[in-house]
């Protein structure tokens, strides 16, 4: 008779993204937790095993007993090492924490038991009596707003839009890789303004300038803002606005998505790990330089060739895997996974990204947190010209509430505008219409080659007070100054205003390219601003000049329906001047808070994507019309999707 099947329990790992056995890598309060359980047959036949293990908060509560999601094979025969079974999900006992088994304080394993799986008979345990005592730490949210970078190319044109699918595999694999308890996330389709093939630097001048306005509006400032472009038409390499060396949120990026798998990344999006590599960025991760990246952190990073791991008894990653996006748990073996920062295959995140974003977050939470503008004396609405027709009602929309049939533009309700006067010299526009006195600031952003001495302003708008940005470290001149001013120019004759500015530089410079940023600013502007110029180096490289007075909006119009997108087509009481535009931006809280999803516009027809809206929910829409310097804002209720 064959000896009884003995088993060893040699190893417990608790992990969530990357660990090791030390245990060294922070266990994030209330994110998705396995313990990977290893044992070995020591003697007797090849038995299946299934466990369970024991699980304490404290020593005063009652244990939780966990069974493992899979079995595995003790066969005293295998003579498989730790490291070998810790490089194979499928070699270790697996256990899904629940929630409450992750909240904030300890957690002891304090028993394991196994059981044969055909007949349920004790297998048993001889090595370790308890495993280890391990702590979760709170940790904030990570909170982005995704923009589907949409863009039209060939002839005839092709609309190119990012898909559903590159949104849910960013959340996903940022809520799985990074030290994150949840991802806060939103996803809003925009137009590019830049034509393309469009750079990354174009994108993230126009996420800047969006970020701007949003924050202006009462956005939280600690959200970080990623941009996505679909490979369709052409390929649009990633890159953020820089790499802040303190917390600065408002570093934005953009990458590339689609479905290429190069080489080795099957699972239909890259969006994961590319749109993972440059929102790293933004919490102040450099390139580690081992797989033709620039080695900017080549000095620190701690792993040969841009490993997890420079052993595989050390750090093993782990994806915890999605099941809506039929995605399995996976280990990623540390000597065969790279960290995210490089340019290597098969990337993951390392022990050394993931403790520098989790601090990065926490300071980047002590932020103040963005909190709705009070509300101010109601804004007169403007008067129409004298002569102008009354605004039009939709088509349809007088009379009964309009059905779900008849021709597309009779599908839709009233749209009623409102519209607040243009503000004055020296006031502010706060979101709702009010105005506030305060000297007037303005979001500067533009984009500048200090190699060459060139630069263009993009976009200019005025903003609130909660828009002015805490100040951050840029690109030094030669004697330790900053090379790029913005001037301003008044057209009272005064002084002009001259303010440094940091720049940006662009994530993605190769050694010996141009050096090339973002200029990201709110300055103020004086009594009289007539015209900003930037200026880099000392030389004036180019200028913004006030047009007149911004025109209001007179009537909105619905202008079909394609693409998963409705249009409205704008009328205002007079044709745009060079250097007038519009941004737009909707609520779905009864204006309580807003969001950009257009700026910089000169096209009188908007397209508002269907996707970022649940079906049925009830929409606003806010016209803000602006010579950069004063800006009109006009209000259309009620926009069912």
């Known amino acids: 008779m064959p000896a009884q099947t003995q088993a060893v329990w040699e190893a417990t790992e608790v992990t969530q993204s990357v660990q090791d056995l030390k245990h060294s890598v922070t266990l994030i309060a209330d994110k998705v937790t396995v313990i990977r359980v290893y044992v070995s047959g020591s003697t007797g036949e090849i038995l299946s095993a299934r466990g369970a293990v024991k699980l304490r908060r404290s020593p005063t509560v009652p ?9 595995v094979s003790l066969d005293p025969t295998e003579n498989q090492d730790l490291a070998t079974r810790r490089a194979d999900e499928r070699l270790s006992l697996n256990f899904l924490l629940p929630s409450t088994l992750t909240a904030e304080g300890p957690l002891q394993v304090s028993g394991l038991t196994l059981s044969e799986v055909l007949t349920g008979a004790a297998i048993p345990i001889s090595g370790a009596a308890v495993g280890p005592t391990v702590w979760f730490h709170p940790a904030p949210p990570l909170r982005i707003r995704v923009f589907g970078l949409r863009y039209q190319q060939g002839n005839p044109p092709t609309t190119y839009t990012p898909r559903e699918l590159d949104h849910a595999a960013l959340v996903s694999w940022l809520r799985r890789a990074y030290p994150v308890p949840d991802v806060i996330s939103s996803r809003t389709v925009i137009d590019v303004v830049a034509p393309p093939p469009f750079t990354c630097e174009d994108t993230n001048a126009q996420l800047a300038a969006i970020r701007a306005l949003d924050i202006s509006a009462g956005g939280d400032p600690r959200t970080h803002y990623l941009g996505q472009a679909a490979d369709g038409g052409f390929f649009m390499r990633g890159c953020s606005s820089g790499i802040p060396a303190a917390p600065d949120p408002a570093t934005v990026a953009s990458s590339p998505c689609g479905a290429a798998h190069w080489g080795w990344d099957f699972d239909g999006a890259y969006s994961d790990w590319y749109g993972g590599h440059e929102l790293g960025h933004t919490f102040g991760r450099r390139h580690p330089g081992f797989c033709g990246e620039s080695p900017d952190d080549l000095q620190n990073y701690p792993f040969q060739n841009g490993q997890l791991a420079d052993s595989p008894d050390t750090f093993v990653g782990f994806d915890v895997g999605d099941l809506a996006l039929n995605l399995p748990m996976r280990v990623r073996p540390g000597v065969q996974w790279h960290d995210v920062m490089t340019y290597c295959n098969q990337q993951w995140i390392s022990s050394y990204t993931y403790e520098a974003i989790r601090q990065r977050l926490v300071a980047e939470n002590a932020l103040t947190a963005g909190a709705p503008v009070p509300e101010g004396p109601t804004a007169t609405p403007a008067p129409l010209p004298q002569g102008a027709p009354a605004p039009l009602p939709v088509a349809g929309s007088a009379g009964p509430a309009a059905s779900t049939g008849g021709r597309p533009d009779e599908r839709f309700p009233q749209l009623s505008v409102t519209r607040a006067a243009a503000p004055e010299a020296g006031v502010i526009a706060r979101a709702g219409g009010a105005l506030a006195e305060a000297e007037q600031l303005v979001s500067v952003v533009g984009t500048v080659n200090l190699t060459r001495r060139e630069g263009g302003i993009r976009f200019v708008n005025p903003v609130s007070p909660l828009a002015a940005q805490p100040a951050v470290s840029g690109e030094p001149g030669p004697n330790g100054e900053t090379p790029v001013v913005l001037r301003i120019k008044q057209a ?15 994530s993605e410079l190769a050694p010996g390219a141009d050096r090339t940023g973002l200029v990201d600013a709110v300055v103020p502007v004086g009594p009289s601003p007539a015209a900003i110029e930037l200026v880099v180096g000392g030389q004036v490289v180019d200028a913004f000049r006030a047009a007149g007075a911004p025109p209001a909006l007179r009537t909105a119009r619905h202008a079909g329906a394609d693409n998963g997108a409705f249009g409205l087509a704008l009328d205002f009481d007079k044709a745009p001047e060079p250097g ?9 809280d009864d204006g309580v808070t807003w969001q950009t999803i257009g700026v910089g516009l000169k096209d009188p027809v908007i397209q508002v994507d269907h996707s970022q809206f649940r079906p049925g929910q009830q929409v606003q829409l806010r016209i803000i019309s602006t010579n950069g310097f ?12």
């Open 63 to 71: 244990p939780l007993t966990l069974t493992s999601l899979n079995v």
């Open 492 to 506: 009272d004759g005064g002084a002009p205003r001259e303010v440094p500015v940091p720049v940006k530089l662009a």
């Open 630 to 641: 004063t800006s009109t804002v006009a209000d259309i209720q009620q926009i069912q999707v």
């Open 580 to 588: 007038q535009t519009f941004a737009a931006q909707v609520s779905t």
